[in-house]
């Protein structure tokens, strides 16, 4: 496939993995859940897991889910994945303002990992992705995405745990 920028013809990068492929070996496999993703410039998107490994909660969604995020990928800099998944089991925790009110909430399972490019040719572009270890995936959630000042944990850590 060729594009035509600024009046010159190029050739469309095709995307190789290095190692596994994040989407279809990581991904597609954590599901049900719902997975947000943090790019270079506050660029961001977020979708649900199907159990059987389909992104977004309507037909014909993933395949558009698919390319937004292989154009966050292949941008350069690097892209924060973090999947949020359910357990069968619950916990009591207090509920927002009402302090002395417990309610019953499923535990969440919080994994995150880190994708760059790690190589660029002229046609194509060689992407790879690490796991971000538990404490330090504990660690960004105790800060204010908008402001970035430190804030401490503000979920109960009872009914999340990070893997």
């Not at 960004?140 to 745990?161: I, K, Q």
């Amino acid at each position: 496939m060729t594009r035509r920028m600024g009046g010159k013809p190029t050739v469309a990068k095709s995307m190789t993995w290095v190692g596994e492929d994040f989407i279809r070996d990581v991904l597609r496999r954590l599901g049900p859940g719902i997975c947000t993703t943090t790019g270079a410039g506050d660029r961001s998107v977020g979708f649900d897991i199907s159990g059987d490994g389909r992104f977004g909660t309507a037909p014909g969604q993933d395949p558009l889910i698919c390319a937004r995020l292989y154009g966050m990928f292949m941008t350069g800099g690097s892209t924060a994945v973090v999947v949020r998944t359910f357990t069968g089991e619950t916990v009591s925790v207090r509920h927002g303002t009402e302090k002395n009110r417990l309610i019953r909430v499923p535990v969440k399972e919080l994994r995150g990992y880190r994708v760059w490019v790690a190589e660029e040719k002229t046609d194509r572009v060689f992407l790879d992705f690490a796991k971000i270890p538990p404490d330090v995936l504990r660690e960004c959630y105790s800060y204010d995405a908008r402001t970035g000042e430190y804030t401490g944990l503000v979920e109960d850590e009872r009914d999340h745990r990070f893997l």
